[in-house]
């Protein structure tokens, strides 16, 4: 499990592609045109459950939503793409909370979060994106570690993490209230390089180029 020494240079997100191509999905940067295409998710109960949001009330609140997601991007501090499926946004996927360093400690890394619409539900969509943003957080940022967490309970959500690989760390006692209680959090983190020696086993594959 041993990693490399961080790079001398923090890479500029200027200067990498930041657009991703799966088999099924088009992984590209939120724009405010997608508020029309996000809004019957977004206002979903359904899909909001168990998240860190709350199901969006009108448009204007999607619409604030995606500018707060725009301008966090252009900051470089968190990059969210829209999935994109069939020329449709469906979702959003991102690697939030980038930092490179803390006072003199060099750390590199990001936590990955996700959500797709009810209707595209058990496709493996969002399997799909999370490995290609996994891989690219890895081999084209070129970050050392990238956290994740789900609430227990979010079985959708577990099963992508476990498909995906990610190291199962701790469960956090009553770590969030949501909905009139406390709700326990899963976290997992995986390393560059457990991410090189896990596409070499059967854990999972990477995804295919189109």
Known sequence: MSSAPPPVEIPKLTSLPLVIETQRLTLRRLAERDVEDLWPHVSNPEVATLMSWAAHRD???TLAWVRGR????DQGTDLVWAIEHEGRACGTIALGGITWGFSAWRVDRA???YWIGQPLWGQGLVTEAATAVTRWGFETLGLHKITIGCIEG???SK???DKLGYRFLARFEDDVWR????WHHLR??????EWVDSTRTLRFNRPRLP
């Open 154 to 156: 979010n079985e959708r």
């Open 188 to 193: 997992y983190e995986m390393l560059a390089s």
């Open 59 to 61: 448009k204007a609140e």
């Open 179 to 182: 909905d009139g209680r406390w």
């Open 159 to 161: 099963h992508i993490i």
């Open 111 to 113: 936590e990955l979060g």
């Open 70 to 73: 725009i301008e966090a991007w």
